[in-house]
């Protein structure tokens, strides 16, 4: 929390879709078997007026009627052509069939008939819901199209929706429901499921929207399952100690073309091998495992990379783990993420690492796009990259894209000037060619407004790199290059001490963003060795007290002057100095004066009367 972004953990929370509420059972006619229906609203139960059961679920199958199995089955095969976001639109026509059978409300014990219907999903709790169409809108569409009973039976003040056709799903008064009315939403579904526990007709439950994962891919790329099948012993993992099961290397080109087996199928050397545990002839399991289950954990790898003794070395990744900074874009967020954080939890149970989070910080950086637009081959705004690398070398590129924006925000290339980058280094290489003073030349004998400009500079530039607001950054640096460039035209000049130390400082802070520009300033600057390997700067405290600031003043909201001040300066004299200013009063032109606003020692503002 705090160090996501907000987004990446409600998606990932909305894709395990924890809820909670109750299971309750349902008698359905002619069925030994209750039927158990998870609902997070139990409060409910008195407006349960049918139940709809997913047209694809086995139960409905099961419990049709033989006078409707002919348009059940008419009705499944239409759904199957269906895909899951369809049928969870809300936009779409309520479809259904009635299955012929009833269930008993375990509450009040109507009977309500059962129906099969696509917006209900067979993987979601049991595959079956109660409906309670008054406060489901979903339910509401179902019941007005096919005429089936709306039962208000939560008081929100709303009309009644059997005439508005809108559901109320908002928070009241239990209302129609026997013992629990009168009670409040929360009060209502305690009481509700302390009645169901006690008469043996639910209980409390929470339920997860999470899917299970098919991890089995038929393809050549990938980690092998390391399953031998066995005519004798089945399924049986490979030992430890011949782990890990590796591809075959002499798989090219067209043994890896499709031929209606998978690549590994066809590799008959590679499949068949002995049993492990009675070690009589059997096969590998042909299939790969998807390339997210790799992704979940390879860094850790990366901490020991020749380790051969396990996965990895705990002791190397305790040292090194969990990250520190993971940039990566938003669309990892329910699958490579979420996994990475599942993974990293059950090898903290296993004792394997020390921390529960893989990643302590998140960034999800934004897209460069093309006149509005996302840049797409079919669209024909397609930037070539290296074009513009060759063009412009990758420094400029670089800077470029980090100067137009926060790196999570996208970003225009119709509005990034290379351009102008390529101006900006070209000024960097001159000033560091033109530097005089000796390389250990002691900067505290230099101009010290240039060396004020410097550290706070330095200040600056330690502080926004770290909340990574790169390209307020480089504008720091570009306002100091240009104070390098007056003090070398129009100050002390080149040989000042002071200088190379600006010159110095515009190298080591720009090798974090234009690395080849910054080596080259460094030679020129006359040091040897990497500017990588200088270290960075440290600000000198007492140089940035700064001795002035500037107060701009304005008359009728225009700017007329503007004054350089101490920064501690009081209210009464900045007015007095502001009221005495020629600029000033030529601007008055000797009106009256109804308002000063005052507001040290930035801002004073004028309001003629």
């Not at 908002?170 to 629990?180: A, H, L, Q, Y």
């Not at 894209?401 to 070209?426: H, N, R, Y």
Request: with cysteine; charged share 25%; hydrophobic share 40%.
């Amino acid at each position: 929390e705090g160090k996501w972004p907000e987004r990446v953990l409600v998606m990932q929370r909305n894709w395990i879709g924890r809820s909670t509420g109750a299971d309750v059972d349902f008698v359905i006619e002619g069925r030994d078997e209750p039927v158990t229906v998870y609902t997070t609203r139990p409060d409910t139960l008195y407006g349960a007026t049918f139940m709809v059961v997913a047209a694809d679920a086995p139960l409905a199958d099961e419990i049709c009627a033989p006078e409707q199995r002919a348009a059940f089955e008419a009705y499944r095969e239409e759904v199957s052509r269906e895909s899951e976001i369809e049928r969870l639109s809300t936009e779409r026509d309520k479809t259904g069939v009635f299955l012929g059978r009833y269930a008993i409300n375990p509450v009040n014990g109507e009977r309500i008939p059962i129906w099969a219907s696509d917006y209900v999903l067979a993987e979601y709790g049991h595959g079956a819901i109660m409906a309670v169409p008054a406060h489901d809108q979903r339910d509401l569409d179902f019941a007005l199209k096919f005429g089936l009973p709306v039962r208000v039976v939560v008081d929100t003040g709303e009309a009644d929706p059997a005439e508005t056709g809108v559901a109320t799903a908002g928070d009241g008064r239990i209302v129609n429901s026997g013992p629990i009315d009168g009670l409040s939403k929360a009060e209502a579904i305690e009481r509700i499921i302390e009645i169901l526990t006690e008469k043996g007709l639910g209980k409390a439950a929470v339920n997860f929207r999470l899917r299970d994962w098919l991890v089995s891919r038929q393809r050549f790329w990938g980690c092998p399952i390391p399953i031998v099948h066995c005519p004798s012993c089945g399924e049986v993992p490979v030992p430890d100690e011949q782990l890990p099961v590796r591809l075959p290397d002499d798989l090219r080109g067209a043994d890896l073309a499709p031929k209606g087996t998978s690549p590994l199928a066809a590799a008959e050397s590679w499949v068949n091998t002995e049993c492990p545990k009675c070690g009589g002839a059997a096969t590998r399991d042909t299939d790969t495992m998807d390339t997210f289950v790799d992704s979940s954990w390879y860094y850790f790898r990366y901490c020991s990379p020749g380790y051969e003794d396990g996965p990895f070395d705990v002791e190397q990744v305790r040292k090194w783990m969990p990250v520190d900074q993971y940039t990566g874009g938003v669309e990892h967020a329910i699958l490579h993420l979420l996994y990475s954080r599942f993974f990293t939890k059950v090898l903290y149970d296993m004792g394997m690492v020390d921390f529960t989070e893989p990643f302590t910080r998140l960034l999800n950086q934004g897209q460069v796009i093309l006149n509005g637009k996302a840049m797409s081959k079919s669209l024909g705004n397609m930037v070539d990259l290296g074009e513009q690398i060759d063009r412009f070398g990758v420094d400029v590129v670089r800077l470029a894209m980090l100067f137009s924006g926060p790196p999570e925000d996208d970003i225009d290339w119709a509005d990034v000037s290379p351009q102008g980058m390529t101006k900006f280094l070209g000024r960097v290489h001159r000033i560091a060619a033109e530097v005089t003073a000796p390389v250990g030349a002691d900067p505290a004998a230099g101009a010290q407004d240039l060396r004020r400009v410097t550290h706070r500079t330095i200040d600056e530039v330690t502080s926004l790199v770290e909340v990574r607001r790169f390209n307020v950054a480089i504008s720091r640096i570009m306002e100091l290059v240009n104070a390098a460039r007056r003090a070398i035209d129009s100050g002390p000049g080149a040989g000042d001490p002071a200088v190379r130390e600006a010159a110095e400082t515009i190298a080591v802070t720009l090798s974090l963003f234009a690395p080849y520009t910054a080596e080259e300033a460094w030679e020129l600057l006359g040091r040897t060795g990497p500017v990588a390997r200088a270290g960075w700067p440290s600000a000198d405290p007492s140089l940035l007290v700064q001795e002035s600031v500037t107060c701009v003043v304005q008359v009728a909201g225009k700017v007329r002057d503007r004054l350089e001040v101490a920064p501690d300066i009081g209210e009464g004299e900045l007015e007095s100095l502001a009221l005495s200013s020629a600029k000033v009063k030529e601007a008055l032109g000797g009106r009256e004066i109804r308002k000063v606003v005052v507001r040290p020692p930035k801002i004073v503002n004028i309001v003629p009367a």
